[in-house]
């Protein structure tokens, strides 16, 4: 039998359908290896241009840089330009604690694997 009071107290308290969306594409986003290399480097490194954070990541320039126009494309990354130098640094602290949220998950998941 349905609880339907509970079931409506959920309904209303679920996020609208275009923020459901919205995080859809940005957990898609983060399911790339590479893109998610680029924004470790950002979170150790701090603002850094195309070139290191390439180097850094063990990725091509191309790569590293279709990767970040597609991370700044969904606001994770922002891009300072000087001269001819794409800097780029992460949006907002917000990635970084996405991203120490999901290393802790893993470490206590790999924890309990080992016991």
Known sequence: MVDA????????????????????????????????????????????CVCDLAAATGQSMSAASHALRLLRTHQVVKVRRSGRMAYYRLADSHVRLLFDLAITHIGQEEERNDG
């Open 5 to 48: 009071e509970r079931v409506a107290a959920v309904r209303r308290a679920l996020p609208s359908e275009e923020v459901v969306h919205d995080l859809a594409k940005v957990f898609s986003l983060l399911a790339d290896p590479g893109r998610l290399r680029l924004l470790a480097a950002l979170l150790e490194g701090g603002e850094m």
